[in-house]
């Protein structure tokens, strides 16, 4: 990305915004909010082949991996305005498991860019599918999403939840129910 271009535009928004942006406190503004965007969009960039296939292990066990409440941000592809919220994301494993912390990447990978909360759902579902193999996946998200909140288009405290489920989550009724039900458990208190 050229950092430079951006920040050159940036800089022409304000003025059509009605800023002036050689006022002090805007000065760095275009170059900042560049670096911001270019961090927020680097799932157009970043390599997760080279990421994710080295933390992929062989497994026996063929039970249920679940991981909740992983943190998502991303930006509405409608209106580059943030969404966010959690993630939940279970596996049955063949052969292979990923590395607890790649599943996070794999969500950063795909929500580091412009997109729509559906999209982004059935791509980490899709993605967790192919790099393990695995027996079956189900992704749930929920996020609330500023472009609905802020323009006060919808109920401010509206949470959009979507799903996706591959496999034997998609295949099996019992697999699919005991994933919605671990997901939505209360957390052990220790
Ligand atoms: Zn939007």
Known sequence: MNTERVAELVKEMLVEF?????????????????????FLTSGYRSDLGGIVN?????SEANNMILLREVEVYSLCEHHMLPFFGKCHIGY???KQVLGVSKLAR????????LQI??????????????????????VVMECQ??????????????VMVTSSVLGSFHDDAATRTEFLSLIHREPARG
């Open 92 to 94: 049955i494993a063949r």
């Open 145 to 158: 999403h500023l472009c609905m909140m802020m323009r006060g288009v919808e109920k401010q405290n509206s």
């Open 18 to 38: 009605g800023e002036d942006p050689a006022r002090e406190g805007l000065l760095r503004t275009p170059m900042r909010v560049a670096k911001a965007m270019e």
């Open 106 to 113: 794999i969500v950063d990978h795909y929500a580091r860019r």
């Open 54 to 58: 080295q933390a992929v292990f062989q």
């Open 117 to 138: 909360q559906e999209r982004l759902t059935a791509e980490v579902a899709h993605e967790i599918m192919r790099t393990v193999d695995a027996e079956g996946v189900g």
